[in-house]
């Protein structure tokens, strides 16, 4: 009876590893191979049109696919000129965007800033942040980290057959791991 006792802790001990370190796994099963995604291409779905929050053009660069969840990036063509975010958090991403071209203006928390090409800004998660497009043409990239369900996020709002309404978008942004906490970010 004791040397069954022994052998069943000694399994539980070999298996601890496997159990605590779950990531261990999905980097083992990540493939080695690099690809490029070119100037002007998104990874799976072309160009992203979005309605609703803006008209911006979006182009998954890094999918969650690609990282098994660990990451994603995109590159955004900002065509609203006045327009962003409602102020909302991220439970569980952080968010890192850097400025191609032209202008943008951030609050994170109660700070806020004006970004132009070349500035970053970092969004830690569980804090409520908002942008709106400063210029007539502003690019910029978005790199999230988990990647989370923000790609999801823009495959419905570029599927809507209509201009969503406020509530239609709050819930959007819920379905996805997000939750809407203030109006957009007027500009000063």
């Given at each position: ?5 022994f ?33 002007g ?30 990451l ?69 990239t ?27 978008i ?19």
């Amino acid at each position: 009876m004791k040397r069954k006792g022994f052998f069943a802790a000694l399994l539980s001990i070999t298996a601890l590893p496997f159990l605590v370190f779950p990531s261990n796994e999905r980097t083992i099963q990540r493939k080695a191979k690099g690809f490029k995604i070119s100037a002007g291409e998104g990874r799976f779905h072309g160009h992203i049109k979005l309605k609703g929050v803006n008209s911006n053009i979006l182009d998954v660069k890094i999918s969650g696919k690609d990282t098994q969840g660990d990451l994603a990036i995109f590159e955004q063509t900002s065509l609203s000129p006045g327009r962003g975010t409602p102020l909302h958090v991220h439970h569980s991403q952080d968010e890192i965007f850097y400025v191609i071209e032209g202008a943008y203006f951030f609050k994170v928390g109660e700070e806020k800033f004006h970004l132009v090409a070349g500035d970053s800004i970092f969004l830690p998660r569980k804090v409520p942040h908002a942008w709106t497009q400063e210029s007539v043409v502003s690019r910029m990239t978005v790199t999230l980290q988990p990647a989370g369900k923000l790609e999801d996020f823009f495959i419905t709002m570029a599927g809507m057959d209509h201009e969503p309404t406020s509530k239609e978008i709050e819930q959007i942004f819920a379905d996805n791991g997000m939750k809407v906490v203030g109006p957009p970010l007027k500009l000063e």
